[in-house]
């Protein structure tokens, strides 16, 4: 494959290396005035791609130099240098006392290239030259906008990549797929095809890495597949490349409050660049997951950055600064961590005044043995025989190794029993307490002494008292019912010998044959079951008893209200009319069914 950028580099360096050694001699302007146009070699009209010229036209050119230019000059000669191949094109003798004059010297272009045309004098030697260049007919790509390519980038340092585009028409009447190539020293790179369609326009673009110092030249051209496209679209470029920059970790802080390291980072000038900003315990085995570390972009000159480390990992650790993407070295740094640790001591004494005092004291201190700062607190004295909070103060900050002492006062009345009170301190981390004797001063001191708290006791004994008398009320409402008899008939449930009536309140009782006497749980009454007792002689019994009651009450619902304490009972209708005993106010009454009429 031929290498379009070459010839535009060899005639540079010909038409510079010529112009020095023509001008350095003679110190004199061109000789000849130029004019050139291209035709279509079909039809001889001027070309219609303008300035462009492609296989199959024909160049015409055409010069002219002035008699006094040419001095003693007797012949000249007109050269054609295409592809290392000299042809003569035209030569004559130079008529004296006339200009040399010349319009219609036809150029066929056959192939592409650069057609280099020189005019040369004799016997002086001298030498004017006009160059162009032919493209591939048919003609696909060609620049659009303005010519050469984008540089993206800079400023560029060793080990970059070098980034190029340019933008390109496809002018022809196919779809195709170029692509840009690039060449740098003994390295090359070529970009991604993209599709083109006819009257379209696309940017191609290509990456290389620029590996040397200073100013490298970089080649690059657009090709393709059989493609046509301009020899425009081929050239090269100097670009400067600075040294790599560097990353230095100046400083780390380690925040142990908060758990995380804060790492300076300097970045050298240059570009901005992608780091990671990370941690590992020097010894294996210090963190039991991943390390943490940090991603982000930074600026040239000095950055902090937070990096969070766990709470509980003490121990030297190593810093890295490393670079992502580019070529510069991993920046390292050690610092060893100490954990933060959390503890106060709290010690009370409790302070006697006197009984005459309305207000009794306790002193106490608080030291800090951590390596935190205890935030603003609160003590609390907690007089443990009730539970009661009996006094409180703030306590200010303290610091690492410091300590705070003062002074609790209390004027509640703890008695002339002796007791604990509990002092609670509160902060931001934790809580502490301990423990006081509370002694109050006796006036006589070899006095006999309980040997336990008596106000312990009383409330204990208290206590006691209540819920023995809640269980009995419990178990005689269990055990209590509202016991009715029926005039009508017999329970076929019951044996007739175990049935009674309480003598008392007149409810009916069973019992067994075994027992000789029997309690009423209603009334407490203990009863002794005649021997022989048959059902008629309780139903006169019951006759005579309801004969001889004068309250009566009645209702059209289950619920029935005592003719006495008007006390709510429950007495079902399908077994009035019965006689019933309210266990509140223990009277005897018969509940009746409430006349609906």
């Known amino acids: 494959m031929r290498r379009l950028w070459l010839g535009p580099a060899i005639l540079a360096t010909l038409l510079v290396v010529g112009s020095v050694s023509i001008y350095g001699q003679s110190n004199q302007p061109p000789i000849a005035q130029w004019d050139i146009e291209t035709r279509n070699g079909i039809t001889d009209e001027i070309s219609e791609n303008g300035s462009i010229t492609v296989i199959g036209d ?113 002018r022809g009447d196919r779809t195709v797929s170029p692509y840009l190539k690039l060449i740098s020293g003994g390295d090359q790179s070529t970009g991604s095809p993209v599709v083109i369609k006819p009257g379209s326009s696309k940017e191609l673009e290509a990456s290389i890495n620029v590996d040397n110092t200073g100013l490298t030249t970089v080649h690059w051209a657009v090709i393709g597949d059989g493609i046509g496209v301009s020899h425009l679209l081929s050239d090269s470029i100097e670009v400067a490349v600075l040294p790599t920059q560097t990353l230095i970790i100046t400083s780390v802080i380690h925040d142990a409050e908060l758990d995380s390291l804060e790492v300076s980072v300097l970045l050298s000038e240059g570009r901005d660049r992608e780091l990671r900003i990370s941690a590992t315990p020097s010894i294996s085995g210090g963190f039991n997951t991943q390390s943490p570390q940090v991603i982000a972009s930074m600026m040239p000159g000095l950055q902090s950055f937070i990096l969070p480390v766990p709470g509980d990992y003490s121990g030297e650790m190593d810093v890295y600064a490393e670079p992502i993407g580019w070529s510069g070295e991993r920046a390292t740094e050690k610092i060893v961590l100490e954990p933060l640790l959390t503890d106060a001591n709290l010690i009370g004494e409790f302070i006697p005044i006197g009984n005459d005092s309305p207000f009794q004291a306790i002193s106490f201190t608080i030291k800090n043995t951590g390596t935190s700062t205890l935030n603003n607190g609160i003590i609390e004295a907690i ?98 019912e509202v016991t009715t008899t029926n005039f009508v008939g017999e329970d076929p449930k019951v044996p007739k010998d175990l049935t009674t009536k309480c ?95």
């Open 383 to 480: 007089w443990v025989v009730d539970g009661r909070i009996i006094s409180s103060k703030q306590v200010p900050e303290i610091i690492p190794s410091d300590e705070y002492s003062s002074t609790i006062t209390f004027s509640q009345f703890l008695g002339g029993t002796p007791g604990e009170i509990q002092l609670v301190y509160k902060s931001n981390l934790g809580t502490y307490t301990t423990t006081v004797q509370y002694t109050p001063e006796s006036e006589d001191d070899g006095g006999f002494e309980l040997p336990f708290q008596l106000q312990a006791a009383i409330i204990g004994s208290v206590m006691g008292v209540v819920v023995l008398l809640l269980t009995i009320l419990v178990m005689r409402t269990l055990n209590t």
């Open 503 to 597: 003598s008392n309140c007149g409810l009916q009782l069973y019992h067994s044959k075994l027992e000789q006497n029997v309690r009423c749980p209603a009334c407490s009454t203990v009863n002794n079951p005649p021997t022989g007792q048959t059902t008629d002689t309780l139903n006169q019994k019951e006759n005579s008893i309801i004969k001889g009651t004068e309250l009566k009450a009645s209702s059209s619902s289950d619920i029935i209200s005592c003719p006495q304490c008007a006390q709510a009972l429950k007495v079902p209708l399908s077994r009035r009319p019965v006689m019933a005993r309210c266990p509140a106010c223990k009277c005897t009454f018969e509940a009746t069914v409430e006349d609906s009429a």
């Open 58 to 170: 024909i160049v015409i050119v055409g010069f002219s130099v002035d008699q006094e230019n040419m001095e003693n000059d007797e012949r000249w000669e007109l050269w054609m240098k295409h592809d290392g191949i000299w042809t003569l094109l035209q030569n004559d003798e130079v008529s004296e006392g006339e200009n040399l004059e010349r319009t219609n010297v036809g150029i066929p272009i056959n192939s592409t290239g650069l057609f280099e045309i020189h005019l040369r004098l004799f016997p002086s030697s001298r030498t004017d030259s006009i160059d162009f260049r032919a493209d591939p007919n048919p003609l696909d790509l060609v620049p659009a906008g303005q010519l050469g390519v984008a540089l993206q980038g800079e400023p560029l340092h060793e080990g970059d990549f070098l980034t190029l585009s340019a933008l390109v028409h496809n």
